[in-house]
Structure formats: C-alpha cells, structure tokens
C-alpha cells in the first residue's frame, strides 16, 4: 500500500497520476515529517528501528527546482534527532548536521527547515545523529528540473538501497571496537590455503600469508560488516520489490545507496542500462551493463524492456556476501530467474600498493611494517595507483572473464559544465588513515574529536588530493559544495556529491568555494565516520552570514 507525505491542513492531494508510477509519493506544498519508532520486516528477520511518518524507508520528497519547501520535522523519539538533506546546496544552518548546522532536534520538538531548491536530479535524507540513519532514518528526494531533461522516459521508478543487519548501529560500532573482524563471515579457510598451493604453489602461498599475518590484515576484509540482508525499497529479496512497465516503454530507474556499509555492483541481465545522472547531475549518456554504486552515491539509468517477459534487478553486495533482487514486470506477480552470487573478491598485496620483489623471502615479510596502524608509514615508497575507482589488478575490479560492460569513473563526463573551468588556486593533501586492530578511522592520521578543522577561503578553487593509505574503499562526502571529480575530461568532468576513493589509490577533485559557513566532510560509511574519518570545513571570507552561536562562536570574516 502506498504512503503518503502528510500536508496536514496546509495543502491537498494532487497529480493522482503521479501514484501509479512512484511509491511513497510526497507533493508539493509545506511538509510534515515524523521520526518515529518503526518496526521493519527484511522478510528474513523484524527489527525495531527508526523510520519517517511511521516508515523505513521514509516517504520520497518531490520537489521542483527553483521552489522554496518548508519541512516541518516532529521528533517522536526519546533521543535528539536530525536530518540532513543529501546533496542539496543550501544555507549551512539548513544542512542538519548537529554541532556544525545546529543543535539538533530534541524530544518532542518540532524544528522546521526552509530553504531554496537551486537545482534538480536524485537526492536522499538522512539522520545526522548517532546510528539513526543505519537504524532506518532515510529517504528519497526528487527534484523536477525547471527546464526539459535532454533525455526521454515514460515512466520512473526510485531504487531505494539499504543493508539492513539484525543489530542495531549501537552495537555493531561496539562489536567493532571489540574485535574488528567481528562481522567477516568470509575469511579465508584451511581449504582455501590448500586451494591456492595447488594452483600458485606451496611456497608463494605461504609468503603470501604470512605478508598477510605480518601486516595484521585479511585479504577477505572487503567489507567490514556482514550479515545484513539488502533491501530495495525496504522489501528484502524474498519480498520481491516489483516495477511495472509496459513493453517498449523507457523507464527511469533512480538508485540511491543508503546503505551504512555496503557497496553494490548493480545489473539487470537481459537489458543494457543507459546511466543518464550521478549524484543528481546530468551526464553524457553511457550504455553499462553493470554499474557499482558506493555509499551514498545516487545513479540514474534508463532502460527500455521490450519483450513482455520479467526482468530482475540483481544488486549484489562488493563483497559478494549477500545480495538484493527486484523485478521489472509487465504484471504483477511475476518473477525471472536470479542469478547466482560470483565468488567473492579478495585483495592482493597491489591493492596495498606492495611491490613483492621488497618482501624478505625468509619471512614473508614487507619491509617491516604493521599495516594494522597506517598512520605514520612512508608511503611515498608505496606503488599509489592513480585511478579513480576499481584498483587495476585488484579483487574489487571486474574480472576480465566476465564479459559485461562495467562503469568506471573515467566514463562519466558532464552533460553541462555547472563552473567556467579555471586553475586551482591551491592543493589540499587528504589522506585517508586508520588503525584497523582498533577500528580507529582518521584523516591525516587525526580523528574528528582532535579539532583539525579544514579552512577555505570564499571564491577560491580548491583542488583535494586524497590518497588512500587503508586496504577499504572510502565514499567522501563534502557538505554544501560540489566535487568536480578529475577524471581527465576537463571541463567535461563529472559533478559529484560522493566519491569513492579505492584502496591504495589517489583520486583529485576540485571545488568552487561557493558556499559561506561550516560544513561537514566525511567517509560515508557509518561506522568509519563515527570512528574520525570526518572533518569540519569552515569556509571564511564571503557575504555576511548569521550564526547561531549556541552552536559554534567561529564568525566569518566580513
């Protein structure tokens, strides 16, 4: 059954038509939003969570660029709440983000937000607070663009991605602190060991291991958490989600990640994707037959089913331990074959950036180091890959057997340039750390709580060099302004809100400081942000703003 975003007395149900085509349809008004307790069916397991107007997922919020929205947001909860609007450029007291936007939401308030929409595509929200958002406080966004797209379609579906687990945030960031492989249900096995002798041999297999053991680090340990069960629009995969379409017709498929730590290789065989969007903005059309989707990345694809069959929508976990399914249908209740999960990745000493030739032959052993704290290691010896997302060689990137088209980075180029291109007026080195024996997660080997705030001055061009020093893949996220993504293309390259940094990789962005106030700056995997792989940005200089000083005594410069 579908839900509706409540307008209270404020406004009335229209553009009925809307509700064939789109679940958990919002419209056009004043909103009212409620954090509630939810209980959420994975179809595997029920748990207790955090939802909006009393659901996980919470409803989609459909606005139309150049219209100002007023949300009015009503904390049900015994615990302070928020929410941040994914993506959306907006005044920084409006981007939810307690201690750095404001205080947050208390019990029983009601806070209300009011702000522009200056741009248009696939956005979500989510809760700033705590483990809220990994408990179920999300939601999606769309946002009618003023102007005509440069594309056709007959109808649209939002693809809404989670990894739902049966524990709570609160204590998988305990189970975390305790033992960092807590949730790795796929390391490697006595068999897998004999396995490999036979096929690389006896003695390179034990070197490999014990560079492995040396470096207190597991090839398995793609993702940090497993056990979860994928979602697709809150239905787990026995559940089925189901899209409906009638042959012939292009269908608009809008994927948001709003997972706390899953990355998902996307496809749906028999039918060629067209990716027409990331992270809300256009791009130069690519025809993919599969796509990966990081942490809090949002893609738009079309496709164009013609024969009157079903089709599934396959979303396999990066770590191939789980997966989600949907259906494309005619009609309902109908169902097409799922495939099988492909063997799982494992990392490799390139990954590491590790050249083998160094490794002491009588222990195994890389130059000595203990990876299981990176912070402090010269890593200027190390073979840093430039390449801005699957690691060449790596166990995160395709297999050259597989014979399907992949999405890389390097494909996506702008529909329209938003930035006249120009030279950036500085560099800015973010190295991404951490210990993982200890699960701590920094940047610059320092963890938020130590106060390094980032300082940008109003107009300047900031070009960002993150250089990955940990064997994870990280999706940074910046607060209130755009990343230009260098991907070589110039003033073609893609605008993004989200970019995932593959391990002992080097990836450039470049950002247009347009935006007064203080912002967050993140790895957007829950538990790697609440660790202190996050930053304040104070951006000076500019316009006068108004700051609320209960929150921050920092002023700009007039």
């Excluded at 928020?82 to 409006?94: A, E, F, M, N, T």
């Excluded at 164009?304 to 789980?322: H, I, V």
């Amino acid at each position: 059954m579908e839900r509706m975003l409540s307008l209270g007395k404020r406004g009335c149900f229209a553009a009925a038509f809307s509700l064939a085509l789109v679940p958990y349809t919002a419209l056009a008004g004043i909103y009212d939003l409620t954090v509630d307790k939810v209980s959420i069916d994975t179809g595997a397991f029920i748990k207790q969570g955090i939802g909006y107007n009393g659901a996980s997922p919470g409803p989609i919020l459909r606005w139309e660029e150049d219209e100002n929205v007023t949300i009015n947001v009503t904390n049900n909860l015994d615990e302070t709440t928020s929410i941040h609007w994914h993506g959306l450029i907006l005044p920084y007291q409006q981007d939810g983000v307690p201690t750095i936007s404001y205080e947050g939401i208390k019990p029983g308030e009601t806070f209300t937000y009011n702000f522009p929409i200056v741009q248009s595509g696939t956005y979500w929200f989510h809760s700033h607070s705590g483990f809220q958002e990994p408990d179920g406080a999300y939601g999606a966004i769309v946002i009618k663009p003023k102007n005509r797209e440069p594309f056709r379609y007959d109808r649209e579906y939002v693809v809404q991605l989670t990894d739902k687990h049966p524990h709570s945030g609160a204590r998988i960031m305990r189970n975390l602190k305790t033992m960092p492989d807590y949730y790795n249900r796929q390391q490697q096995t006595v068999a897998d060991f004999f396995d490999d002798a036979s096929t690389r041999g006896l003695n390179a297999t034990i070197k490999d291991r014990m560079a492995w053991g040396n470096m207190r680090m597991m090839p398995a340990d793609v993702e940090d958490v497993q056990g979860f069960i994928p979602l697709i629009n809150g239905k787990g995969p026995g559940q089925n989600w189901t899209g409906l379409f009638e042959p012939g017709e292009r269908v608009r498929l809008r994927f948001i990640n709003s997972s706390a730590m899953a990355y998902f290789d996307i496809r749906i065989p028999g039918l060629t994707m067209t990716v027409v969007s990331a992270d809300g903005n256009n791009v130069q059309p690519v025809k993919v037959d599969e796509f990966r989707i990081a942490v809090a990345e949002t893609y738009d694809v079309i496709v164009r089913p013609t024969e009157d069959k079903a089709y599934t929508l396959f979303a396999a976990s990066m770590g191939r331990s789980a997966y989600g399914r949907g259906t494309l249908a005619p009609r309902e209740g109908m169902g097409a074959e799922v495939p099988d999960l492909e063997k799982r990745p494992l990392l490799t000493m390139a990954d590491m950036g590790m050249d083998h030739s160094k490794m002491d032959r009588e222990t195994g052993e890389m130059a000595g180091r203990d990876h299981s704290n990176m912070i402090g290691m010269d890593h200027s010896k190390m073979a840093v890959k430039e390449d801005p997302f699957y690691a060449p060689g790596s166990g995160l990137a395709p297999s050259p057997q597989e014979k399907r088209m992949f999405l890389s980075y390097k494909d996506l180029k702008s529909m329209k340039p938003l930035y006249e291109y120009r030279k950036p007026t500085r560099e800015i080195e973010v190295r991404l750390t951490g210990n993982m024996e200890r699960y701590i997660w920094s940047i610059n080997g320092k963890k938020y709580h130590e106060k390094e705030e980032i300082r940008l001055n109003y107009g300047e061009r900031v070009r960002f060099k993150f250089v990955n020093e940990t064997m994870m893949s990280h999706p940074m996220h910046l607060h209130g302004m755009w990343s230009i993504l260098d991907t070589g293309a110039g003033k073609w390259n893609p605008i993004k809100h989200t970019v995932s940094v593959a391990p002992s990789t080097t990836l450039y962005t470049e950002t247009e400081v347009d935006a007064v106030g203080q912002w967050a700056f993140h790895c957007h995997l829950s538990y790697h942000a609440a660790s202190g792989m996050f930053r304040r940005v104070v951006v000076e200089g500019g316009p006068p703003i108004a700051l609320d000083t209960a929150v921050d005594r920092w002023a700009p410069k007039s």
